[in-house]
């Protein structure tokens, strides 16, 4: 069974441009989540998920971040404009259902640099 | 709010010896309760859960741990460490009204031959 697919693996860019980050979940998972791991923390949830609805997103910025999730399979989050405390890994991860007891499989993520 | 503590940022063990690692948490209600490894290069993994029943946990790669309501910690164990688990561990609670997962800050494990 593949795992969860995350592109580009590493991006680069400047302050103020926009970088945007694609999930391909394992096949069949209704859930999505994203998250934003800042260097040396653990991860934080940023938006989540269940087909193409979204469950939750209280803590995305919604003044620069969206997300999508067309079709309830991949899915897309996009920083516009990008700051530098934006610079972090997002993973990407995808569970079968919404159930509390389901586990998260999760993508090897996104590290971003926000120069 | 749901939040989670790991105290130890680093810690060193020998090969061979015994690991605890500690984790305290906060929720009102009863928690569900994760232990994540995140190795260099490599995706998070699920070592174990718990969500109700028996308090001692068994996960894979040989790791338990043990759920104390009265102490509001799930501390994770080994009996004896390998080279192999030199990685990033994390301690999670997750609600009970739905699937969010809130991350402690981790706990860095390294391992001396």
């Known amino acids: 069974e593949a795992g969860v697919a995350q592109s580009p693996r590493y991006k680069i860019i400047e302050k103020r441009q926009s970088v945007a980050f694609w999930c391909n979940p394992i096949?069949?998972?209704?859930?999505l989540y994203w998250y934003q791991q800042i260097l040396g923390q653990g991860p934080k949830l940023l938006i989540q998920?269940?087909?193409?609805?979204?469950?939750?997103d209280s803590q995305l910025p919604k003044d620069r971040f969206s997300a999508e999730r067309l079709k309830g399979v991949d899915s897309t989050l996009k920083i516009q404009p990008a700051k530098l405390e934006d610079s972090a890994v997002y993973l990407c991860a995808s569970s079968p259902g919404i159930i509390n007891t389901d586990t998260q499989y999760f993508g090897p993520g996104t590290r971003l640099t926000v120069l | 709010a749901q939040s989670v503590t790991q105290p130890d940022i680093h810690i060193t063990v020998s090969e061979g010896a015994s690991l605890e690692l500690r984790c305290n948490y906060s929720?009102?209600?009863?928690?569900?309760l994760f232990w994540y490894v995140q190795s260099p290069g490599q995706g998070l993994q699920l070592l174990l859960k718990?969500?109700?029943?028996?308090?001692l946990v068994q996960g894979i790669k040989g790791f338990e741990a043990e759920f104390k309501r009265s102490q509001s910690s799930f501390n994770l164990r080994k009996p004896s460490v390998h080279w192999s688990d030199a990685a990033e561990y994390f301690c999670?609670?997750?609600?009970?009204?739905?699937?969010?997962?809130?991350f402690g800050g981790g706990t860095r494990l390294m391992v001396k031959p």
């Open positions: 096949s069949g998972h209704a859930t």
């Open positions: 998920f269940q087909n193409n609805g979204v469950v939750d």
């Open positions: 718990y969500f109700s029943g028996d308090t």
């Open positions: 999670v609670v997750g609600n009970n009204a739905g699937n969010m997962l809130t």
């Open positions: 929720y009102g209600a009863t928690p569900y």
